[in-house]
């Protein structure tokens, strides 16, 4: 005689998103209100709205947390492809920063000192906080290298580090962000070294510049350009 088929195992309580949303919402709240220091595990469950075991089952300490709250605000969209590698450089990197901008500088720092002796969470460290940057800005230098506008033989890789330090330095090392003209000037000096004929690309940013304030309904001032 067959056998009677197993009933299913009964799966465990599915997890409640809305706590996740709560508890990573009130982790960015904190950090910026009250740094690092101020982000414990029993600030956030009170703010949340939830309890420290909540955390713990989806969260295994402060580091952790933190991780997840900052991927959650650098989710980095897709660079613009508008076909002018200065303004898609610049773009992609602004983008960035704005982002990282709402991370205090000391968060960082403390967050790394916290992750670097643990192998998994210092790669998570890099995952979250650099690799973003890089990808974003990296996927524009492909472009711009398939047009023809950087030099033949240009190292893509040092490029990169060298714009993701521009941001990594400052927050860790700094006591501010990198501001808007910094940052500008910084894409600058990066890419008269890196150009094949950098006052060409100037010249076609400002053509599409002068393109767009043609346009019926356009009244935005010109900006300034390097």
């Not at 009964?10 to 709560?22: F, L, S, W, Y």
């Not at 800005?137 to 714009?163: F, H, S």
Request: hydrophobic share 40%; charged share 30%.
């Amino acid at each position: 005689m067959p056998e009677s088929p197993r009933p299913a195992p009964k799966a465990g309580r599915p997890r409640d998103r809305h706590i996740d949303r709560a508890v990573i919402a009130a982790t960015l709240e904190i950090q910026e209100e009250a740094g690092y220091a101020g982000v414990s595990l029993e600030a956030v469950a009170r703010r949340a709205g939830t309890s420290r075991p909540a955390i713990y089952r989806r969260w295994p300490g402060r580091a952790h947390l933190l991780l997840a709250a900052i991927a959650d605000r650098l989710d980095v969209p897709e660079p613009p492809d508008t076909g002018c590698t200065l303004c898609d450089i610049g773009e992609s990197f602004n983008v960035f920063v704005a982002a990282y901008r709402t991370i205090r500088p000391e968060v960082l720092s403390a967050l790394y000192a916290e992750c670097a002796p643990d192998p998994e969470l210092r790669g998570r460290y890099l995952r979250t906080i650099v690799e973003p940057a890089r990808q974003a800005v990296g996927r524009t230098l492909d472009r711009a290298i398939a047009r023809g506008d950087l030099r033949a033989g240009v190292d893509r890789e040092l490029l990169l580090d060298m714009v993701g330090s521009l941001v990594h330095y400052r927050a860790m090392f700094g006591r501010a962000h990198l501001a808007d003209d910094e940052a500008e000037r910084a894409i600058e000096v990066l890419l008269r070294g890196a150009a094949a004929d950098y006052a060409a690309l100037v010249e076609h940013s400002e053509a599409l510049e002068r393109e767009h304030l043609d346009r019926p309904g356009v009244r935005h001032a010109r900006a300034s350009r390097p």
